[in-house]
């Protein structure tokens, strides 16, 4: 059965520290994995990883993809109470089935 | 950069009656669009992936003849919540794909939709 598991499940930091965020994934096919932002509407797109150990970074954000051990991380440095939010992955495999993970709640404290 | 346009952002309608969401990809063509529903402090559930000129294809679990779904344009596709019921107010929100459907597009999202039925 193909999931996707994001940890942990909720995160609390004060501003300024780094943290990183989990993603494993079992997916047929695999394709892409994608990163995405959520706050009170709709996600926002962050990245979108297909080659593994390629880092892609936006700002204080980056990711990696790692396909021999089924994982991507994501790393926000100094933190911003701005950062708080939902942080949901997806796994897309070639097809038009996304599978999104359960999302780490992240709460930044000033 | 590509804009994914939902309408209306929230409705509130009585029990009974049907309800249209509208998603709309605003600068790019997006012969697949996808709808989902989130549920509170839970993750995106795929509803139904919708392709310009077809049938829509709907997860299992999901029923058609309530969730309509009509991909009528490159641009535009429609969920219609039939008979909605308060077991149905939920955040819809629909995503469209810029790129060649299938492989490797990136995913844009619209807005969501708040629906809320008394």
């Known amino acids: 059965e193909d999931k996707v598991v994001q940890s942990p499940l909720s995160l609390v930091v004060h501003e300024g520290d780094t943290v990183t965020l989990n993603c494993s994934y079992e997916v047929t096919n695999f394709r892409s994995l994608l990163w995405y932002k959520q706050e009170k509407k709709a996600p926002t797109f962050l990245f979108m990883l297909t080659s593994s150990g390629i880092e892609k970074k936006s700002g204080r954000l980056s990711s990696i993809l790692d396909k021999k051990e089924l994982f991507s991380i994501l790393n926000i440095t100094a933190t911003q109470t701005g950062d708080s939010a939902v942080y949901l992955c997806a796994a897309l495999p070639t097809g038009n089935q996304f599978y999104f993970g359960t999302g780490t709640s992240l709460t930044v404290i000033p | 950069g590509a804009v994914v346009s939902q309408h209306p952002s929230r409705v509130i309608c009585k029990s009974g009656t049907s309800v249209k969401i509208e998603c709309r990809s605003l600068?790019?063509?997006?012969?697949?669009m996808f709808w989902y529903r989130q549920f509170p402090k839970q993750s995106l559930m795929l509803m139904a992936t919708?392709?310009?000129?077809?049938?829509?294809?709907?997860e299992q679990g999901v029923e058609k003849d309530k969730f309509l779904i009509n991909h009528a344009s490159l641009t535009l596709s429609t969920l219609t919540v039939t008979s909605a019921h308060p077991e149905d107010s939920s955040f819809y929100i629909c995503s469209a794909e810029r790129g060649v459907a299938g492989y490797g597009g990136e995913l844009f999202f619209g807005e969501g939709s708040r629906l809320t039925v008394l």
């Open positions: 919708s392709n310009e000129g077809s049938k829509a294809t709907y």
């Open positions: 600068d790019f063509q997006a012969t697949t």
